[in-house]
């Protein structure tokens, strides 16, 4: 219990926090609560993008602006709660991008790391320094910091995915970098598949050695790779938090594909319901197969295929699967778990 503070002395503090305001200087002790608090408190809400609601407005985007004016033809995913701030959770970036048959995302780099999960359409192809790689529903593929890449549609049909990036982290430290490439397309020097053959099959090359917080050399994870290895652990028993979950990762050192974002995928059998949990990594969900309901602290949401939401830090979480069910999610995992920050609570 703090004595009661007499009137004559809040005065005489408030002209004394007034005059070390000139100075730039503000009392530690007016602020601490909120700088360290008892439990993590965030801005960011529970939040759901449905696809049926928003894919119409990603082919009018198609309309109103090329992929070559645009550079990256893209609506942004912004959580209700940081509006104005292109950050689906503080430390990540969400967006819905498109690119239509016959078009080119031009080539560049950035120190910004990012990932693509393929939506909707077939056709398109994303190219990373050099090799192309043809993208297909559900893929998660990845564009390394500082790696030239450049997307374009060869098919015949509009192709959707989601982009997954750490802006707002590099954004922080302010070591945001781009560069343009000479040309929209990169020249290809690889053949396709050749990086997976390289670093994915339990194979490296000779000469080959890699620290933890470099990026991976295989920057496509095939869905139909994903699905398998989730029906395979599914003959086991399952977590009564998490469902069957398994954590993608560098092949070459097991540390996640990029030093900034952990991606995940989990499947949940027809009738599945989670126990509670709950982790200081923010987290964006999708679903790539069923349909279900996710409970988010006192929210419920409902999902089906190709539906996006986000878990706030902290937010207690218990999933429901209505059908068979596989999400992909993605957080800032690997930062919190580097500085000792990361911590889970399994209800």
């Known amino acids: 219990m703090h004595a009661a503070v007499s009137n004559d002395v809040l005065e005489e503090r408030k002209q004394y926090y007034q005059r070390i305001d000139n100075y730039n200087l503000t009392p530690l002790w007016e602020v601490l609560g909120a700088l360290v608090p008892k439990a993590p408190v965030t801005p960011v809400a529970?939040?759901?993008?449905?696809?049926?609601d928003v894919r119409d407005f990603v082919m009018e985007a198609g309309r109103l602006i090329t992929a070559g004016e645009a550079e990256r033809r893209?609506?942004?995913?912004?959580?209700?709660?940081l509006r104005g701030q292109s950050s689906v959770t503080q430390s990540l970036y969400a967006g819905l991008q498109l690119i239509l048959p016959g078009e080119v995302a031009p080539a560049h780099r950035h120190t910004q790391s990012a990932l693509r999960l393929v939506l909707d359409g077939e056709g398109a192809y994303t190219a990373v320094d050099g090799e192309r790689t043809t993208m297909h529903r559900g893929d998660f593929i990845i564009?390394?910091?500082?790696?030239?890449?450049?997307?374009?549609?060869?098919?015949d049909q509009p192709v959707v995915w989601l982009d997954g990036l750490d802006i707002p982290t590099v954004r922080f430290f302010d070591a945001g970098f781009a560069e343009h490439g000479a040309s929209a397309s990169q020249a290809?020097?690889?053949d396709e598949g050749d990086a997976l053959a390289r670093y994915g099959n339990n194979m490296l090359p000779v000469d080959f050695h890699q620290t933890s917080s470099e990026p991976t050399k295989v920057f496509i994870y095939p869905f139909a790779k994903t699905r398998e290895s989730l029906l395979g652990i599914s003959k086991g028993t399952v977590d009564p938090h998490l469902g069957y979950k398994l954590r993608f990762v560098n092949p070459a050192t097991g540390a996640s594909p990029m030093p900034t974002i952990g991606a995940f995928a989990q499947r949940l059998e027809a009738g599945f319901e989670t126990r509670p949990y709950r982790c200081t990594d923010g987290t964006v969900y999708v679903c790539l197969e069923g349909e279900g309901s996710a409970e988010i602290g006192d929210q419920t949401i409902d999902f089906?295929?190709?539906d996006v939401f986000v878990v706030p830090p902290w937010h207690t979480l218990r999933l429901r699967a209505k059908h068979d069910t596989i999400l992909f999610s993605y957080s800032d995992r690997p930062i919190q778990q580097v500085l000792g920050l990361w911590r889970e609570e399994k209800i």
Not at 46 to 52: D, E, T
Not at 74 to 81: A, D, I, K, S
Not at 143 to 151: G, I, K, S
Request: glycine share 8%; proline share 9%; aromatic share 12%.
């Open 46 to 52: 529970p939040a759901l993008w449905r696809y049926a």
């Open 143 to 155: 564009t390394p910091a500082w790696t030239w890449h450049d997307h374009g549609n060869l098919g």
């Open 304 to 306: 089906i295929q190709n």
């Open 188 to 190: 290809t020097c690889r």
């Open 74 to 81: 893209v609506l942004v995913l912004e959580n209700p709660g």
